[in-house]
Nanobody, 119 residues
Framework: QVQLVESGGGLVQAGGSLRLSCAASGSIDVINSMGWWRQFPGKQRELVASITTGGVTNYVDSVKGRFTISRDNAGNTVYLQMNSLKPEDTAVYYC?????????????WGQGTQVTVSS
């Protein structure tokens, strides 16, 4: 089992910054990537950014150049630095860890943290 605990959400004005943190514990050796997803009201979750154990990152186009995903040296904590925030970034942000299976993957989820950007 893997447990994910998020922190760092809140209310910020447009153009401001926030940093989200996700601390992973448990059987983290089975994880091959971690990421941040977000969910808008009435919509499905979308991938915002991900980072593999090898350090390869991926971003959704709408956040490229504004958001940066990183992790600590131990690989236990993943961060999402969000700059130049826009009202359309307002969503619940979820941390995610992916465990590869023989066929497919299993995803662990955090509890979610609200990010609200005011105009």
């Amino acid at each position: 089992q893997v447990q994910l605990v998020e922190s760092g959400g809140g209310l910020v004005q447009a153009g401001g910054s926030l940093r989200l943190s996700c601390a992973a514990s448990g059987s983290i050796d089975v994880i091959n990537s971690m990421g941040w997803w977000r969910q808008f009201p009435g919509k499905q979750r979308e991938l915002v950014a991900s980072i593999t154990t090898g350090g390869v990152t991926n971003y959704v186009d709408s956040v490229k150049g504004r958001f940066t995903i990183s992790r600590d040296n131990a690989g236990n904590t993943v961060y999402l630095q969000m700059n130049s925030l826009k009202p359309e970034d307002t969503a619940v942000y979820y941390c995610n860890a992916k465990k590869p299976l023989y066929s497919g993957s299993y995803y662990y989820w955090g509890q979610g943290t609200q990010v609200t950007v005011s105009s």
